[in-house]
């Protein structure tokens, strides 16, 4: 079956600095792909859109220059944090549809990174 | 606006017992599509099922069962004999026909299965 890889899985980072989350399909296209956010023992709220050679849509509340997404191929999307900070622990999954099913079949869903920051 | 809830935030059960994770939804599409994810304590996301707003169905999987009833706009999911490998958060997601998959999740239901 299809597969989306997450990576890291895990990550811990200094206040401050920036980190690179990346969710790619490996084997079919996602024109589409989202950014959810989960804070422990919360549920997952959509964080983006990400839209292949476009600018990603983003969530009322999310910081688009804070979040930055760039989804410059058919298979790869990247979520980067820029200047972390604690309050941006959180999981992060990314979910892809396959270009080529109809809307709405299943959906796939990357791992999850969880990112740490102190 | 679409919106899901699951009114139960935390079940506990013993093993061998049979339970149901209550799911509502709000929605002004006409077709739409209902999905339940088991989140275990790995933290990745589970594919259970996915459900066409126009079949009312219900279905069956193993030990897995989901009652969609359309006039009261829910989708239930009943685990029988639990065990405690079900042990686990489950989530059940609203995505609209015209939403590009986007999913909106309800808040999540956590399942204790005591051996």
């Known amino acids: 079956g299809a597969v989306v890889s997450q990576h890291p899985s895990w990550v811990i980072c200094k206040s401050g600095t920036s980190v690179k989350i990346e969710c790619r399909s490996l084997?079919?296209?996602?024109?589409?792909m989202f950014w959810y956010r989960q804070f422990p023992k919360q549920s997952l709220m959509l964080m983006a859109t990400?839209?292949?050679?476009?600018?990603?849509?983003?969530e009322q509340g999310v910081e688009k220059d804070k979040f930055l997404i760039n989804h410059a191929s058919l298979t790869l999307s990247t979520l980067t944090v820029t200047s972390a900070h604690p309050e941006d622990s959180s999981f992060y999954i990314c979910s892809a549809r396959d270009q080529g099913l109809l809307a709405n079949e299943k959906l796939f869903f990357g791992s999850g990174t969880q990112l740490s920051v102190l | 606006a679409q919106k899901v809830t699951q009114a139960q935030t935390e079940i506990s059960v013993v093993e061998k017992e049979d339970v149901t994770l209550d799911c509502v939804y709000e929605t002004r599409d006409t077709t739409y599509y209902l999905f339940w994810y088991k989140q275990p304590p790995s933290g990745e996301l589970v594919f259970l099922i996915r459900r066409n707003s126009f079949d009312e169905q219900n279905e069956i999987s193993g030990r897995y069962s989901w009652n969609f009833q359309k006039s009261t706009s829910s989708f239930n999911f009943t685990i029988t004999a639990s065990q405690v490998v079900d042990s686990a958060v489950y989530f059940c997601a609203l995505g609209g026909h015209n939403a590009g998959n986007m999913l909106t999740f309800g808040g999540g239901t956590r399942l204790m299965v005591k051996p």
């Open positions: 084997d079919f296209q996602a024109t589409t």
């Open positions: 990400s839209n292949e050679g476009s600018k990603a849509t983003y």
